[in-house]
């Protein structure tokens, strides 16, 4: 039996493994310890009953990097509680970013398979360097074959059927002992994950959101476009007003011409007939700007919608409440739905603006299909575009 105890995340490797480091993340340098304690996973929820992030599996990767060696050799362990210095900087002055990816087990063949993870990696790198955490150039392939070691260390955590999945959650803090922001000069990478069900129990269901909040998400020159946690922590309290009014989620906007930037903590999306075009269009915000976050999801729906051939513009760009209110009164407004990596895509039923409903058709027939796309190439029920299955077995 595994007697669990703490991580010390900045002094305590042993000295065999402090012996091995590399510049950059190296699987071939990865060690295991398996878990000998069987009782977490036979008390597991059963499936149906699995909330989002409660249920931890057995196992959890690491990685230190330090000034004076970089990257240690990465390390998989039983999951368990970290020990960190109370003057740690990511305690402080939150750096800290993360990512979310999850890991299906096909339902087309026996294999596993993760969704796009060079998305996740690439993003991971963009938002360390934002925080300016160095270890920032490490391989991404390296790191996606570690964590694909500890998916497979723990497929029997996976959970099978559609909307079923294991939630991974790669972190980095940065472990900095000492009170003054400065830049880290230690870092934790840790990989945690967790057994999922469908994002939806009762199915496929519309959300109401709410664009009369006075709080800003995010602007041009922040963090935005960085997965930070700094980005989610103020929107609670929007959240929690939203929630006393009635409201699913905050339609975030931005600017003095109300902007459309984000729903949630999703992209968002809107599907409209373009009234100058006198086509149909699909619309979500510009990545340029800095303030929005360049979703995997987001980034397969362009793809997806820009290669059917259908008659639609796909367009990156602003719009504005006032654009979309005129699309509404004028009946042009067709569907609107936000889109992550928890739920694929969310449809929207309606938008209060200024202390009015502005009612969306919903589910429409576009929300559904990009929904059914993505998650059959997901599950391994279809072959999607080269490279975005990565089977693990």
């Known amino acids: ?47 149906h009953e699995l909330v989002f992030g409660t249920t931890m599996s057995d196992h959890m990767l690491l990685a230190e990097w ?30 800290q970013c993360f990512e979310g990816m999850k890991a299906y087990k096909s339902l087309g063949d026996p294999s596993l398979r993760l969704f796009r993870p ?7 790198q963009s938002s360390m360097e934002r925080l300016h955490m160095p270890g920032s150039d490490f391989d991404h392939n390296e790191l996606i074959s570690c964590i694909a070691e500890l998916v497979k260390l723990d497929e029997k955590w996976i959970p099978y059927g559609d909307g079923y999945s294991l939630y991974i959650r790669p972190t980095v803090i940065a472990t900095h002992r000492f009170l003054g922001l400065a830049a880290p000069t230690s870092l934790l990478l840790f990989v945690i994950t967790s057994p999922v069900g469908p994002y939806y129990k009762t199915g496929f269901k519309p959300v109401r959101l709410t664009a009369d909040s006075s709080y800003i998400r995010a602007w041009p020159g922040g963090t935005g476009n960085a997965k930070v946690g700094g980005n989610y922590a103020p929107t609670m309290k929007a959240q929690a007003e939203a929630a006393r009014l009635g409201y699913s989620q905050n339609l975030w906007l931005f600017g003095p011409d109300d902007e459309i930037t984000e729903v949630g903590a999703m992209n968002v999306f809107f599907y409209i007939f373009n009234r100058d075009t006198n086509r149909p269009e699909l619309i979500t915000a510009p990545l340029d700007r800095g303030d929005i976050l360049p979703g995997v999801t987001r980034d397969s729906i362009l793809y997806l919608a ?42 929207t039923s309606c938008i209060r603006y200024k202390g009015k409903d502005i009612e969306i058709p919903a589910t429409g027939e576009l929300t559904k299909r990009l929904c059914d796309e993505i998650t059959s190439i997901q599950y391994g029920k279809i072959e999607g575009p080269e490279g975005w299955s990565y089977r693990l077995n």
């Not at 109370?86 to 750096?95: K, N, V």
Request: proline share 6%; hydrophobic share 40%; charged share 20%.
């Open 1 to 47: 039996m595994f007697i669990q105890h703490g991580v010390t995340a900045f002094a305590s490797l042993r000295p065999a493994v402090r012996s091995i480091v590399c510049r950059s993340i190296s699987s071939a340098s990865l060690t295991v310890e398996r878990q000998t304690d069987n009782s977490r996973f036979e008390n597991r929820p059963p499936n």
């Open 118 to 124: 060079e998305m996740n990696m690439k993003r991971l």
């Open 306 to 347: 820009r290669h059917w051939g259908d008659d639609i513009d796909v367009s990156e760009r602003s719009l504005t409440m006032a654009e979309l209110l005129e699309a509404s009164a004028d009946n042009r407004l067709i569907e609107a739905f936000g889109a992550g990596t928890a739920a694929v895509v969310t449809p």
């Open 66 to 95: 330090n000034q004076d060696s970089n990257w240690s050799a990465p390390r998989i362990i039983p999951y368990q509680d970290l020990k960190l210095s109370p003057a740690s900087s990511c305690l402080h002055y939150g750096l």
